[in-house]
């Protein structure tokens, strides 16, 4: 037999082996030799729900980071956002990140409270219809959100973050404007998975025929909802247990609420009105609605991916 022929085939076999070897190394933890888990690219979005306050004519926060699981967006610019033009389903893309499939352990907002994108400030705040800034700031500048996201094993994830202004901006004794408590803050921003989540539509076919001028729906989980929630909270923030919430349209008499994780809820129909022309939405009380679908509006289904839609007639103001 060649001896030649035998060493070139015990090199070509080595290398080969080597090359095995090193690419199950590249799957394998550096530290424990275990295999490194699947991870799934997941975006990030920004939303809003509507602010009950006719004077506001946009909020802008300025975002400097977002983090998911302690993994930061990698390559983030830092960013202004007028949140108040996300609303029905419109979407701010933040970045994207690589995560394991689960549950999320935490989800991070950082906010300048300096500069905007711009350089300029304030780098958050209320523009009114008037063309003034009310600044806006939070205590540490990272908003922990409370809320859990569950990442699919697909690429196709969505972790979208609704900042619902009716519970984040409230006004002071002075009138003037500013974020809830930290804590607050954190709460009344929505997690969800876009792949978890459904749409609820709907029309009034008789708003025109009402005395009210802005009418909100509410959405609640089923058992959320107390008559306490027509009463202020310690932040001044009413309804502040609905899940999400949407103005009806005057023109239309359409509503819209987006990203509504699956499960069961309620809708409660409630009539705002600017009693002292301040600019300010006071509440007139809850509306009694009803529906010509043969879905209960006080107890109902919300699917991933699905849309409930409802007609609905108004019967009358309720008595607060």
């Known amino acids: 037999m060649n001896l030649k022929y035998l060493f070139k085939t015990g090199i070509l076999m080595l290398s080969i082996s080597l090359m095995v070897a090193c690419s199950d190394d ?13 991870t799934y690219n997941t975006e990030v979005h920004l939303t809003d729900a509507p602010i009950d306050n006719a004077e506001v004519e946009g909020v802008f ?14 390559g983030f610019e830092k960013t202004t956002v007028d949140l108040s033009s996300l609303q029905n389903g419109e979407t701010e893309l933040l970045g994207d990140v690589k995560l394991e499939s689960g549950t999320t352990s935490e989800i991070s907002l950082i906010l300048d409270n300096e500069t905007d994108a711009s350089g300029e400030a304030p780098a958050n705040y209320v523009l009114t219809t008037g063309g003034e800034k009310n600044a806006l700031a939070t205590s540490s500048g990272e908003i922990s959100i409370t809320d859990q996201v569950e990442i699919q094993e697909n690429d196709d994830n969505e972790i979208i973050l609704d900042f619902d202004l009716r519970k984040s901006i409230v006004t002071n004794s002075a009138g003037e404007y500013q974020f809830v408590n930290d804590s607050e803050l954190a709460h009344s921003i929505r997690a969800v998975n876009s792949l978890e989540a459904g749409t609820i539509t709907g029309t009034v076919n008789d708003f025109g025929s009402t005395e009210s001028e802005t009418i909100v729906v509410f959405a609640y989980e089923d058992g959320a909802y107390s008559e306490d929630e027509s ?42 009105s600017d009693e002292d022309a301040d600019g300010e939405l006071e509440l007139d009380g809850e509306v009694e609605a009803t529906t010509t679908s043969e879905i209960d509006l006080l107890g109902f289904s919300v699917g991933a991916n699905s849309e409930v839609n409802f007609d609905i007639l108004i019967v009358g103001l309720l008595d607060l």
Do not use: C, M, W
């Open 26 to 38: 590249d799957n394998d933890d550096v530290n424990t030799g275990e295999p490194q888990p699947d």
């Open 61 to 74: 926060i300025t975002v400097t980071g977002v983090k998911v699981n302690g993994t930061t967006i990698e």
């Open 231 to 272: 009463s202020a909270n310690g932040e001044g923030v009413l309804f502040a247990n609905a899940t999400a919430s949407s103005k009806i349209n005057e023109s239309s008499g359409e509503f819209e609420i987006h990203f509504v994780e699956e499960g069961d809820y309620e809708l409660r129909f409630v009539s705002f």
